[in-house]
């Protein structure tokens, strides 16, 4: 089997995307009945369910730099042990740290009214005891575009496009330009603030946070999220006729450096330990829930699939099995970066036979999706893979991957990769709030995803090939 | 038709329950075409919606004693007249007032995490900077009781058992005695503080606060309510064999003596305009969100309902509709108590012919009940507006009623009462929450309900006999 990891090695070397690194291996018939037994046991198996409940109650949420974030890696080192991985271990990621503190908004003019806010990741505070101001509304960030430069001295930039809900998430990225980017536009325009509407589908009172584009300090103005009903209050006075006066005071704080971790729990391989198959989610989480979908759920399905495997398999697979807690992706994939590119610099980037991050929520698997640069002489073996997750509902689907947020990095630097793809019709009503509590997940579909996840990672740990 | 009058007022002296107080008198063929006409108008008009829409956008929440409620009053006032009632006027109404300020609460031990809370009406403050107590969980106000007295001393009193979903309500009063007396309970048993799983049927971080059955001054302890969502946290810990901790400063206020309105308007009836058809919802709101369901949807049915009547009929109905938006429900039918009293010193509660009350969301219609101190020759009417509301898919249905919260004090004084029982299976997500907003609240529902009430306004104005 060495002599297919040399020829991985060399494809790796040469960077040649169609280059087919081997001929057809099969599948092997015991390889695809162990497959199979595995998945009729985790559809049964309540313990990715049972570790998220652990994680979500007994830590809570997981903002880096906070006591959470803190209990949370502890948490993660104690429960792979528990769960008997053969390596448990962390690595150290410097970083830039940022919490928030009050935050209140109140329309002062038409009618005292208060607000439903939220900061957004790295927003900069208010002058204390906050500011007053008229807002002006746009419907996109690309009407704030075609404001003149200056004209918005004195006033707070509202942008109130609403996201769309789709299965796959597709509204997410089509709204999120206005949280990651707003604030410098609206700093551009001469705004004192910048105001969204959340990036969410829901209707309740509970605001959306997440990244802007800043990775350390402050962003430009201060940038704030309403709830979507509070969204749509204010887009309803300014349709009587009202130009509505606020205050907001927002009060954050830079921690400045500081160190998060990816925690890190390996099963090993039995014939080729060096050769890693990557699954994970990550352990950080927004403050303001308890990360339960967002990604406790993606943690526990990762812990919950190697460990199945561990406990019911007489041997380990082939190959090892890392699973990765990635640490503060919520802030820019700061653990998976990384982690990267610390195996850009050992060269132990090729020993990354295929990974995939589950973060996209505790629904249902319905699709399994593969990175452009597998090799047709592999793409039987996905194929498979998506033949014995049929009976979980799963069909193969076409279109490139990088295998999830924390996999980006990974997949930048020619690591095959899979996605699992989630039902998210309901993702972004939790996604980044208050909301996002472990009330809210099925077991039912927890179990379901680590079904799906066991086939996926002991076919990707057996099976003798190479992806690439 | 003075003689049926004599005749009922001579009924309501002698307080004869089964006295049949007029022969049968038939709804006319006229009256009868005239209800189906203005119900086939009401269900194309979106009159409703937009006073709702007006109501909690331009005013917002209408708790006593703060600037909403008195922007709320003003509204009502205006509205009405803009609406071309003959006479707008309103009752000062005394009361004592209380509002919320700080409310914040962590848990400390076994880890640092935010809970969602608020108080409950009236609830008492924690000393300055709150208080750090363990937490003793009881599964029910009844558990709690068998505790011993003077048993919990430096703890909090936990109160876990949680609302059951019903279309009619009907988990509301059973759950409700831990929001009610629950502080008084906590106090004897010498708990420093009572916490209770919200009254409530949702699960998103939005607690449901409520009114304690303190009328002035302060609960015995503070008194608070946690989202479902934290109350499921709370017990999960526990059974985890945790004991947790936690921090709860609460910050409230006695605002004193504050005078508060029933609003009041009235289309005069044409031929016996001193007895008077009640309909209307209350005015005030909690604080929380905007008192669209509770109970704006209300007032928008009653101050449409006597509208489309108006607009659409060539003179007014034979009887006066008053439109009572009542003030400080919320508080413990302030209002309503008030204006019965003041009813029963000046001997004008036997011009109250009947009323009802839309205080139960914005679900529509399904059902009609009736007060059972309606005589039997007068029941056929009842049963005549069920018919006629029959396409609106509302049916008759059995079981006594006062007509609705602030129907209460007047029925008690023997008015007859109808209930135009709406669908409350999602009521109670809402209630009392930030979450009671606008946005959630159906046009069509509102259009159905009109509908509805406008029959039984227009037949009860029209018909000339007696209710009782």
Known sequence: MNQIKIVALVAF???????????????????????????????????????????????????????GEKAGIEWGINKLKALGFDKVYTEDVKMNGWVRGIETAEVLIPSYQKLT???????????????????????????????????????????????????????????????????????????????????????????????????????????VALSNPDADQLVRLIGYGHSPKIRLNIQTKDLGAIVTKNVIGEMTGRELPNEVVVIGGHLDSWDLGTGAVDDGAGVAIAMATATLIKNNTEMRPRRTIRVILWGAEELGLIGARAYAKAREADG?????????????????????QSSDNISENAMHVVDTMAGLMGELGVTRRSGNTSGGPDMMPLAALGVPALNLMQDGTDYFDL????????????????RQNVAAWTVFAFIAAEWPGSFK
């Not at 132990?348 to 399994?368: M, R």
């Open 13 to 67: 070397i040469l960077t040649a995307p169609t280059f087919a690194s081997n001929s057809l291996i099969p599948v092997s018939k015991e390889t695809k009945e162990m497959a199979v037994s595995l998945r009729d046991k985790a559809i049964k198996d309540d313990s990715a369910y049972e570790i998220l409940k652990s994680l979500t109650t007994e830590v809570g949420a997981r903002h880096p730099g906070t006591p």
């Open 431 to 446: 996604h980044h709030t208050p909301d996002d509590t472990f009330d809210k997940v099925n077991p039912e579909h927890m």
């Open 117 to 223: 806010i939220t900061a957004l990741g790295r927003s900069k505070s208010t002058p204390e005891g906050g500011l007053e101001a008229q807002i002006v509304h746009f419907e996109s960030y690309a009407d704030l575009e075609k404001a003149a430069d200056g004209s918005l001295k004195g006033k707070i930039a509202f942008i109130s496009n609403r996201m769309e809900r789709f299965k796959n998430g597709a509204g997410y990225g089509r709204a999120n330009i206005a949280r990651s980017k707003g604030h410098e536009l609206a700093a551009k325009k001469g705004a004192e603030a910048l105001l969204i509407r959340s990036i969410g589908t829901d209707d309740h009172r509970n605001p959306h946070t997440g990244a802007t584009n800043v990775a350390m300090g402050y962003t430009m103005v201060p940038a």
């Open 348 to 368: 132990t980037i090729a020993n990354h036979v295929i990974g995939s991050e589950s973060d996209f929520g505790a629904g249902p698997v319905y699709g399994l």
